[in-house]
């Protein structure tokens, strides 16, 4: 059964940085793609984030040139390094994979708050 569990949320000031984990159980390489959601008090889920099996990536708008998506298949982990952060980057980040069969998996997620 696979399991995703997310880390490395936490307060920290704009223009500060965070590196979340994710951290897949039965083998990340399972995962055609994986990727970053977050969601904001009163907003909807939106995609931060992802990044497929080739090593291809795509960003939302609003982090590109921000954020960094990678994945280490060693590791079994996906990475979200997190740079120059806004306070309208708080939300619940999630870590999400899906199989090359299209079963969706998504963790339970993480805390981010950007407040001075």
């Known amino acids: 059964q696979v399991q995703l569990v997310e880390s490395g949320g936490g307060l920290v000031q704009p223009g500060g940085s965070l590196r979340l984990s994710c951290a897949v159980s039965g083998s990340i390489s399972r995962m055609s793609v994986m990727g970053w959601y977050r969601q904001a008090p009163g907003k909807q889920r939106e995609l931060v984030a992802d990044i497929f099996s080739d090593g291809r990536t795509n960003y939302a708008d609003s982090v590109k040139d921000r954020f960094i998506i990678s994945r280490d298949n060693a590791q079994n982990t996906m990475y979200l390094q997190m740079n120059s952060l806004k306070p309208e980057d708080t939300a619940v980040y999630y870590c999400?994979?899906?199989?090359?069969?299209?079963?969706?998996?998504w963790g339970q997620g993480t805390q981010v708050t950007v407040s001075s």
């Open positions: 999400r994979g899906v199989t090359a069969w299209n079963k969706l998996y």
